[in-house]
């Protein structure tokens, strides 16, 4: 039984730090859902469990190829980032995603977050643009890592079923997904277009572009956009969170598109 002083589990902790998964190459995926998504995807190189998870989970580590370890309590709460420890953990192998690969295959919507920091409005971005039908996720700028325990645990394992790409030059990444065909919009509490006016414009190949969530999209990013749309709201409400202002966005794309309900 391996304890938190174990060569693996001292490995396998750095993990949790962003500067970790980038050396490494790898990122941790806890509980059954993250490890059960991340097995699909055959990216699992090693497995940690307790011995009453393992009980708990016997049938998904059954039919797991890679190796398996029991550790102890303290090991499983030092490879654990949240409260309450699932006593299961993976260390995955990222994937290698290009911006370039997406294009190559004509997407018709593409969702981008430039600068939005916080791990659980990423994750639950992403969840929503698998469930609209976008073809990628674009996290741009200073977002977030896409495998920040948060996030993954957010997007509840849409992250494994939708490409993300990390790109830390927005102007770059926006202006090769324009020069693929898609037009770009941008999200605007001042934006010329009203959103359920826009259907006119919603038919075609579509890049949504979406904003930290104090500051929105900065000046020269939204004056990239073909269009700045703006969401109807009524009340004293000024403005939404990103995860919710890409919900409404990106369900009226993908109505128009009619890509909704499609694999």
Known sequence: MLTERSAKVVAAVKLHRHVGRRRAGRFL???????????ACGLIRELFVTESAARRYASLLGAQQAPVHVVTERAARALSDTVTPAGLVAVCDMRATRLEDVLTGSPRLVTVAVDVGEPGNA?????IAEAMGAAAVVLAGHSVDPYNGKCLR???????SIPVIVAPDPHAAIGAMRAAGLQVLATAVDGELPLDQADHVLDRPTVWLFGSESHGLAPAIADMADHRVRIALSGSVESLNVAAAAAICLYQS??????LGRP
């Open 123 to 127: 994750g639950t971005l992403i969840r």
């Open 154 to 160: 957010s997007s509840t394992g849409s992250i494994f």
């Open 29 to 39: 995926a806890e509980g059954p859902n993250l490890v059960a998504a991340a097995s």
């Open 254 to 259: 993908a109505r128009v598109l009619g890509v």
